[in-house]
């Protein structure tokens, strides 16, 4: 599916046409894995990249990846003891 986005061209100041729009798509990505619309491989796959880099793009925006709340992480370090 192919959707389209009118963007004034005063943002593409240094900036290619596609690459503007693979960088949004990547921001697209992250916002809905940040709001647990997609899964990481979702939404790696949504932007078009690998999992390792979208993983990177994440860390790089300080939007945790792992989310493994900390009472089970104490329960499961206690069941190992």
Request: glycine share 4%; hydrophobic share 50%; net charge negative.
């Amino acid at each position: 599916m192919q959707i389209t986005l009118n963007v004034p061209e005063q943002f593409l100041i240094d900036t290619e046409p596609v690459e503007l729009a693979q960088r949004i798509q990547l921001y697209a990505a992250v916002f809905m894995f940040q709001s647990g619309e997609l899964s990481a491989g979702a939404a790696a796959e949504f932007a078009g990249v690998d999992r390792f880099t979208f993983l990177a793009e994440c860390q790089r925006r300080g939007i945790s990846t792992v989310d493994y709340p900390a009472e089970e992480l104490a329960d499961e370090v206690a069941a190992l003891r």
